[in-house]
């Protein structure tokens, strides 16, 4: 029998719309500030594509598409992340926390010091109101020490 979507799956209608948004990104060269906009739609009741489109730090455009969920057999939410500026998928999984405001997004990618390795990262998506959310990108350093090289401000478009 389906009992429709548990919270868990209604908090990800939050993220539903149209957005634009604004980056502040470390890169070697200094901080850059990057534009661009995302579509959320829902894929049905459980599910959430996310769709942008941007300024990359060395001034190309770029494109990703993230596709986020609740796996109620792991009771986490899982995603994939894919873009047009590298050849990893990013696979994600994480908890609410803070209110259910906040949701880290544990993953590991390429190092960005070191061909061919991986670290571990943090994507965390903070719904501040329905109409402006944060996207904050952490690296966990070789110390131990959580990093934060990014952070997008979202807010809604219309």
């Known amino acids: 029998m389906n009992r429709g979507p548990p919270r868990e799956h209604q908090w990800l209608q939050r993220l539903v719309g149209h957005w634009t948004y604004e980056a502040r990104v470390d890169t070697p060269e ?7 906009s995302e579509t959320v739609r829902p894929l049905g009741d459980f599910w959430v594509l996310m769709e942008g489109q941007g300024e990359m730090p060395d001034g190309t455009s770029g494109s990703w598409l993230m596709l986020l969920g609740y796996d109620t057999g792991k009771g986490r939410f899982v995603g994939t992340w894919a873009g047009s500026m590298m050849g990893h998928l990013w696979l994600y999984e994480g908890s609410l926390e803070q209110g259910d405001n906040v949701l880290p997004l544990n993953t590991e990618g390429p190092a960005m010091a070191g061909e061919g390795s991986l670290a571990r990262y943090c994507d965390v998506i903070e719904v501040v109101d329905e109409d402006h959310r944060l996207l ?3 690296m966990l350093g070789n ?4 990093c934060q090289f990014q952070v997008s401000e979202f807010r809604r478009a219309g």
């Open 30 to 36: 200094g901080p850059k500030t990057l534009r661009g």
């Open 136 to 138: 904050g990108s952490l």
């Open 143 to 146: 110390d131990g020490q959580c």
